[in-house]
């Protein structure tokens, strides 16, 4: 079976710093353009970040970019999310998405249940 | 970057009926290899986003064929043509032509 797992949420100073982990799990990861996508509560969705399969690109939105890094470890199959400089308008729920085809990015097939972030002091 | 806009923004609808959002997208879709970038997602109430529509009109694997995509360039529809309770939930339409990929607003489709 398809999987994707989210974890690593939780509650974050502003400022603070905070590493999202999905596990992937049914499908040969590294193939796979993977994104995370968040929706804020009460709020539509926004697509945060996109990784290549073999790590050799990647895109951000730009309200994350230069603060939060997105990663993947092939041999694990786990997709990260690094997110520095934490602010209160980044609170949501992050979905870990698996892109549909191996070629390109988009067309989100698979996703996970989600982890959720608070930024709180 | 492309702004993506969808109408209207709550849609009550009568099971049997049909139904219709619309997106439009401030820069065409449209690629060079003749496919419209644009996917359409239902999010059922406490779910995650499922896709149901790629590339503008083709189905993802598992859903039902009373939902069809339309539209090439920058105006786009999505068709239900009997709308089953099953079926709540909101609709997003995204931009998936380049980055930053982009979803439109929203629309929240409820039983009348």
């Known amino acids: 079976e398809v999987q994707l797992v989210e974890s690593g949420g939780g509650l974050v100073q502003p400022g603070g710093s905070l590493r999202l982990s999905c596990a992937a799990s049914?499908?040969?990861?590294?193939?796979?353009?993977m994104s995370w996508v968040r929706q804020a509560p009460g709020k539509g969705l926004e697509w945060v970040a996109t990784?290549?399969?073999?790590?050799?690109?990647?895109y951000y939105v730009d309200s994350v970019r230069g603060r939060f890094t997105i990663s993947r470890d092939n041999a694990k199959n786990s997709l990260y999310l690094q997110m520095n400089s934490l602010r209160a308008v980044d609170t949501a729920v992050y979905y870990c998405?698996?892109?549909?085809?191996?070629?390109?990015?988009?067309?989100?097939?698979?996703w996970g249940k989600g982890t959720t972030v608070m930024v709180s002091s | 970057d492309i702004v993506m806009t969808q109408s209207p923004l709550s849609l009550p609808v009568t099971p049997g009926e049909p139904a219709s959002i619309s997106c439009r997208s401030s820069?065409?879709?449209?690629?060079?290899?003749?496919?419209?970038?644009l996917d359409w997602y239902l999010q059922k109430p406490g779910q995650s986003p499922q896709l149901l529509i790629f590339?503008?009109?083709h189905r993802a694997s598992g859903v039902p064929d009373r939902f069809s995509g339309s539209g090439s360039g920058t105006d786009f529809t999505l068709k239900i043509s009997r709308v089953e309770a099953e079926d709540v939930g909101v609709y997003y339409c995204?931009?998936?032509?380049?980055?930053?990929?982009?979803f439109g607003g929203g629309t929240k489709v409820e039983i009348k």
């Open positions: 049914g499908f040969t990861f590294r193939s796979y353009w």
């Open positions: 995204m931009n998936s032509l380049r980055a930053p990929l982009s």
């Open positions: 990784i290549k399969g073999d790590e050799t690109d990647n």
């Open positions: 998405a698996r892109d549909r085809v191996p070629e390109s990015y988009g067309d989100m097939d698979v």
């Open positions: 590339l503008g009109s």
């Open positions: 820069q065409s879709l449209l690629h060079s290899n003749g496919y419209n970038f």
